[in-house]
């Protein structure tokens, strides 16, 4: 409740209540079906292996003048791989915690998480497994499930799996790879999302509608069996409803997501590039739909009082970045005030 409220008057204020960053540019895995790596990703004009990006103090100042500007409740740390940076979080991640700004770091846990991480309040390690060993170990080497075993031993992380079509083909699939996870000691929960293609995307990794059903029908099932499988049933239900368009995505309008040189700024929301939302299978995306849909009274859902507030932020943001109605002056982008 705490964090609701605090995102609540970040977006009043005008502020962004996520922060995503690209940490890096740099990953050692060459996974099949990475958005971050997909050549229109940052709009097609260049990629995110061509970008420059940060290290040392000045990736860390860096972080904290986007933190200032923003003033997230949330700021969620991927990549590339950002434990290829994990000398700068040993620093970024207690100064955040300081600033009581909740983390999540997105890893494939390719090399040892720092003990000290568990330490630090608010921090979520979600770590990316993609299927059962053999077809994981083959798509995300050097990040194998024996090196994820023992990278993660000591820690209580998020095991987040990114559906697609190939682990549906062998029926009982899902509940091996739930069964698995839910027995290591290690793991504190179990996200599923869906692959989200591209427009116009053909790919082995893409569900078909007949897919997603079965999935959804299989999840609802699962969660009942075990706990560890974190996917309450509006989630679900968002699954099978996505937003139309990114206009219309709760997760797209609350965040701001900036790539490895702390600059470009990623849009439509966390994919780029031009995702199919009505193929939309974000957990994040689905998770804050299903809040924005629930109704506090009959008639009044979450997701309209988001949205009127969502407009008294933008006056409050219009009139904290100088811009006087009738004056004839256009207010100033986020993108340019971030660039300057």
Same mark, same amino acid.
Not at 73 to 91: F, T
Not at 243 to 253: I, K, L, V
């Given at each position: 409740?705490?964090?609701?409220?605090?995102?609540?008057?970040?977006?009043?204020?005008?502020?962004?209540?996520?922060?995503?960053?690209?940490?890096?540019?740099?990953?050692?895995?060459?996974?099949?079906?990475?958005?971050?790596?997909?050549?229109?990703?940052?709009?097609?004009?260049?990629?995110?292996?061509?970008?420059?990006?940060?290290?040392?103090?000045?990736?860390?100042?860096?972080?904290?003048?986007?933190?200032?500007?923003?003033?997230?409740?949330? /700021? #969620?740390?991927?990549?590339?791989? *950002?434990?290829? !940076?994990? =000398?700068? $979080?040993? @620093? &970024?991640?207690?100064?955040?915690?300081?600033?009581?700004?909740?983390?999540?770091?997105?890893?494939?846990?390719?090399?040892?998480?720092?003990?000290?991480?568990?330490?630090?309040?608010?921090?979520?390690?979600?770590?990316?497994?993609?299927?059962?060993?053999?077809?994981?170990?083959?798509?995300?080497?050097?990040?194998?499930?024996?090196?994820?075993?023992?990278?993660?031993?000591?820690?209580?992380?998020?095991?987040?799996?990114?559906?697609?079509?190939?682990?549906?083909?062998?029926?009982?699939?899902?509940?091996?790879?739930?069964?698995?996870?839910?027995?290591?000691?290690?793991?504190?929960?179990?996200?599923?999302?869906?692959?989200?293609?591209?427009?116009?995307? /053909? #790919?082995?990794?893409?569900?078909? *509608?007949?897919? !997603?059903? =079965?999935? $959804?029908? @299989? &999840?609802?099932?699962?969660?009942?069996?075990?706990?560890?499988?974190?996917?309450?049933?509006?989630?679900?239900?968002?699954?099978?409803?996505?937003?139309?368009?990114?206009?219309?995505?709760?997760?797209?309008?609350?965040?701001?997501?900036?790539?490895?040189?702390?600059?470009?700024?990623?849009?439509?929301?966390?994919?780029?590039?031009?995702?199919?939302?009505?193929?939309?299978?974000?957990?994040?995306?689905?998770?804050?739909?299903?809040?924005?849909?629930?109704?506090?009274?009959?008639?009044?859902?979450?997701?309209?009082?988001?949205?009127?507030?969502?407009?008294?932020?933008?006056?409050?943001?219009?009139?904290?970045?100088?811009?006087?109605?009738?004056?004839?002056? #256009?207010?100033?982008?986020?993108?340019?005030?971030?660039?300057?």
């Amino acid at each position: 409740m705490k964090q609701v409220l605090q995102a609540w008057r970040k977006i009043l204020s005008g502020y962004t209540p996520i922060l995503s960053i690209e940490i890096t540019r740099e990953c050692p895995l060459s996974c099949p079906g990475c958005y971050a790596y997909n050549p229109e990703h940052l709009g097609g004009a260049t990629t995110l292996r061509q970008l420059s990006d940060r290290k040392g103090p000045e990736l860390v100042q860096g972080v904290l003048q986007l933190v200032k500007q923003h003033r997230p409740s949330q /700021v #969620s740390i991927v990549g590339g791989e *950002p434990l290829v !940076r994990y =000398r700068e $979080l040993n @620093e &970024l991640l207690p100064r955040l915690a300081a600033m009581d700004i909740a983390v999540q770091v997105v890893t494939s846990a390719v090399r040892p998480i720092p003990q000290q991480w568990t330490r630090i309040p608010q921090l979520c390690i979600s770590v990316s497994v993609d299927g059962l060993q053999p077809e994981h170990d083959l798509r995300r080497k050097p990040a194998t499930y024996e090196r994820i075993l023992q990278n993660i031993a000591g820690h209580q992380i998020s095991v987040h799996c990114t559906v697609t079509r190939q682990q549906v083909s062998r029926a009982g699939y899902l509940e091996e790879f739930v069964r698995f996870w839910s027995g290591q000691p290690a793991t504190k929960r179990i996200w599923m999302s869906l692959y989200t293609p591209q427009i116009g995307e /053909v #790919s082995a990794e893409q569900l078909t *509608p007949a897919d !997603r059903e =079965r999935v $959804l029908a @299989e &999840l609802r099932l699962l969660r009942t069996r075990y706990p560890k499988l974190d996917m309450p049933l509006g989630l679900l239900a968002a699954y099978a409803a996505p937003p139309r368009s990114p206009g219309e995505c709760t997760f797209a309008r609350l965040t701001h997501c900036v790539s490895a040189d702390l600059k470009k700024q990623i849009t439509p929301c966390q994919f780029g590039g031009n995702p199919d939302c009505s193929q939309c299978g974000c957990m994040a995306s689905a998770a804050l739909a299903a809040i924005s849909r629930h109704q506090l009274v009959p008639g009044l859902q979450i997701g309209t009082l988001v949205n009127a507030s969502l407009q008294v932020g933008e006056v409050a943001r219009r009139v904290r970045s100088g811009f006087r109605p009738g004056s004839g002056d #256009s207010a100033p982008s986020e993108q340019a005030a971030l660039s300057s």
